[in-house]
């Protein structure tokens, strides 16, 4: 049987490349690495809703007002699927047409949704607010609308922060050497950047130098893919006009006064990873302008700092032990890290920071103080929010607890790969026993932790409290 080709939904625009918004770019790029047949029907934005809703399309968004449609849309006819959603229609293709390259390779599906959200909130945000009057440019004259403006200095931050979690993957792709969902993502805000600024443009030169040149390099290594089918608009494809509405290590970190408590949960990330990989641990005090956490081997003389250098000396030194980072997650790995400061730990620190004293000794809670004095020129009581402003940043911290919970879904499984733990759920776990020390587990916070996101955080607890231990410990010079 002869297949047909896909039909892919996409913005239609006055530009002479055709093809111009970055969320339709990263399907029609799929469909190109995949070599999948497909033609065009461009649509212009007052009638989206409306050929969603004549073709059956999912809405992709709910608000006040009701549903809100958006494309890309894919529509199969060799299937009768139609798929709204550009990380939808990627999971799609995959499961569909297995013998094209895999976009979305087994165990890293929250990591592309992450990845996706995260740059879209880091890059593609400001890149929109910057652009936003040229794009208007683009779209036919029924489409136009009024927009602002913002600072171009925004795009590349977010650009050089990705970039700096790329670096992890040791390769030009996010994943080392072969491209993924995530690479297209990226690549389609890089030609956004082209279409929109022209490629004379100093915004696109400054993209292409920003960061010695890696992203020049990316774009280059998968500009193959960028192209658009000859597919003209299809007058017959729809009617609907709807116009527009409204051996021993010595694990160094802060001492406490509970030997089963910890002071952060970064130290509790490293300890973690140590006990999954069946080696003791020693701790010891810390000297004020010391960091947290530290590893000494003195099987191999190594010293590594910061939780995620730990665990990467853990999986390369002891390669018999469970793995926490799989081959070409690093990148994703390091970034979850990141972001679940960002949207997590931060919000946490925040409510806790009159408390996180009373879990040191008297020399690390008078240094503490000291010193959170001298950066917020406040005493910690009078910083630390209260009454609805702790509410308030209790919120906020389920918020992120939630999004993360979004991305996990992904994995189809219990943990962010799957079924198997890696580095990104012991910084969960982290994160959780911070919360179950600090708070304690009769508290609200605690309760409310372990019920929100349909419980999945008191079974990812459970499935791994395990791994929650700390030993003795001994106390040395340093």
Known sequence: MTQQPLILYDISSSSPDKAWSPNPWKARLALNAKGIPYRTVWVEYPDIAGLCKRIGAEHTQMRPNGPHYTLPVVEDPNTGAIVSDSFKIVQYLDKTYPDTIRLIPDGTAAFQAMFIDVTGERVMLPMLKTFIEKIVALLNPRARRPVRDQVWKEVLDGLSLVSKWEAEGKGIFIMGDTPSFADLALLALLHWVKVVEGVESKKWKDVLDTNDGHWGRLYQALEKWIRVDEATADPHAYTIKIPRSSGNGVVIRMTSKDSTALSGPSTLTSRASASVSAHSTQRSSLMATATVPVLRDPNTGAANSDSFNIVKYLDETYPDT??????????????????????????????????????????????????????????????????????????EMLDGLSQISGWVAESKGAFVMGETPSSADLVLLALLHWIKITEGTESKIWEDVMAADDERWERHWKALEKWVWVDEGSFEDV
């Open 322 to 395: 469970i793995r926490l980072i799989l081959d070409g997650t690093a990148a994703f790995q390091a970034m979850f890290a990141c972001v679940a400061t960002e949207k997590v730990m931060i919000p946490m620190y925040k409510a806790f920071i009159d408390k996180i004293v009373h879990q040191l000794s008297p020399e690390s809670s008078e240094y503490f103080r000291r010193t959170r004095k001298e950066a917020f020129g406040a005493k910690l009581e009078e910083i630390a929010p209260k009454g609805p402003a702790r509410d308030s940043v209790w919120e």
